[in-house]
């Protein structure tokens, strides 16, 4: 695999999922849905350190992965990611390389979580999920203090899951097994519900 295994598979799993609408994804995008897919993994159990890769909050309370940066040019070095003006398209050969890929046991695991997040930034809309996601509490607490933080923020860790225990309380129920034929369903849901969520805060926030 290129590069970073799991930001590789990650940003191209991101890049190809997005390419619909024909305009493609922005660069600061396929960070945020990597951080969205990161988050879910939290979401369902997994400890942060087993991610694979980190995030930190910009200096605008973005998140940003040097591996994902360092995967996005590799792609493009390969021909499997395509600049279109400002925005990132998948190549006709980036499916049939996410095949090949997608089987690894460790990107077959994290999958599900990618595709949950390109999904509901999709269906919400990309804008609508980069500024609902810049409230969630640990892209807040960075943007408070101000200047470049590592993500996770472990005095924020809590609260996020806090949101987390919110969502299954809505749905009457946790999220299924991650052998479940119906975990990308569920996971859909869950961050879909979330992202609203957050959009909802923000803009309570901004008329109070």
């Known amino acids: 695999m290129i590069g970073h295994a799991d930001a590789a598979f990650d940003t191209l799993t991101i890049v190809d999922r997005l390419t619909m609408p024909p305009e493609g994804v922005l660069e600061g995008d396929v960070h945020m849905v ?10 369902a159990g997994d400890d942060p350190d087993d991610w ?4 930190v909050s910009t200096r605008s309370a973005s998140p940003f992965s040097d591996a994902i940066d360092g995967a996005l040019d590799a792609l493009r070095h390969v021909g ?7 925005s990132l398209v998948s190549s006709s050969h980036a499916a049939a390389e996410l095949l090949l890929w997608r089987p690894l046991p460790r990107n077959a695991r994290r999958d599900p979580l990618l595709r949950a997040a390109a999904d509901s930034a999709a269906q919400l809309s990309l804008p609508t999920t980069v500024h609902g996601l810049s409230t969630e509490p640990q892209l807040k607490h960075a943007r408070q203090l101000g200047g ?14 806090e949101h987390f225990a919110s969502v299954d309380n809505v749905l009457g129920s946790g999220l299924v097994a991650r052998d479940a034929p119906e975990l990308d369903e569920d996971l859909l849901v869950r961050a879909v519900l979330w992202l609203e969520y957050l959009t909802d805060a923000q803009r309570h926030e901004g008329a109070a």
């Open 52 to 55: 694979g890769y980190s995030f």
């Open 148 to 161: 470049l933080r590592k993500l996770p923020d472990d005095l924020t860790l809590p609260r996020l899951r």
């Open 80 to 86: 499997l990611v395509i600049d279109r003006g400002l």
């Open 34 to 43: 990597a951080y969205l897919a990161f988050l879910l993994s939290i979401y």
